[in-house]
C-alpha cells in the first residue's frame, strides 16, 4: 500500500518552470516606474529644472521609505534620529525642528532649504556639510533627488517653498 501511495503523489518541481520565470519577469516590469521615458525627456545634460519638470512624486513617497528611518514626515509627529522633515522646503536650514540638536556643521551652512540647495543635499549631505552627523551618502541619481524633492514639496502646508524659489542656494 505505501508503494502505491508514492506513486499517486504529484511530482513537485524544484526549479521553477520557464512560463513561470516569463511570468516573473513581465511582473517586474509593469510594476517598474516610467524612468527610461523621463530619461529620455531630460536629454543627455538637464538642468535642475528639466529634472523637476518631470519629477514624480507619488515615486518619491516611495523613495521616502530611506529617510523614514530617521525621519518623520507628518506635522507633529516628532524627531528620531534625524528631525522631522514636514515643510522644511522653505524654511531656514537647521531650524525645522525646535527639540533636535542640529550639529554646528548644518547650522553654519544657513540659508534657506530652497529645492535647489536640497537637491545638492540629498547628493552628497557630508560634502555640503562637513561635520554633519548624517550618515546618509546621498542620492546620486538627480531623477531619484527630483522625485523626493517633489514628494517633500507635497508635505508642506500651502506652498511650503514659495519663498524658496526666490532665494538660491
Request: glycine residues 12%; proline residues 8%; positive net charge.
Amino acid at each position: 500500500m505505501l508503494r502505491c501511495l508514492r506513486r499517486t503523489r504529484p511530482r513537485i518541481p524544484r526549479r521553477p518552470s520557464r512560463v513561470s520565470a516569463l511570468a516573473l519577469v513581465l511582473l517586474a516590469s509593469a510594476c517598474s516606474d516610467d524612468g527610461r521615458e523621463r530619461r529620455r525627456a531630460l536629454g543627455e545634460t538637464p538642468t535642475f529644472d528639466d529634472v523637476m519638470r518631470v519629477a514624480d512624486a507619488e515615486r518619491g513617497g516611495r523613495l521616502f521609505g530611506q529617510c523614514a528611518a530617521c525621519h518623520t514626515i507628518s506635522p507633529g509627529a516628532g524627531d528620531r534620529n534625524g528631525p522631522e522633515l514636514y515643510g522644511v522646503l522653505g524654511k531656514p536650514v537647521a531650524n525645522n525642528s525646535r527639540r533636535y540638536g542640529y550639529t554646528g556643521a548644518l547650522r553654519a551652512l544657513g540659508g534657506v532649504w530652497t529645492p535647489e540647495r536640497m537637491d545638492l543635499w540629498l547628493a552628497a549631505p557630508a560634502k555640503l556639510a562637513p561635520g554633519t552627523r548624517m550618515t546618509f551618502r546621498g542620492l546620486p541619481d538627480p531623477l531619484d533627488r527630483g522625485d523626493l524633492i517633489a514628494y517633500l514639496r507635497t508635505r508642506s502646508p500651502g506652498d511650503g517653498d514659495a519663498e524658496a524659489r526666490s532665494s538660491r542656494p
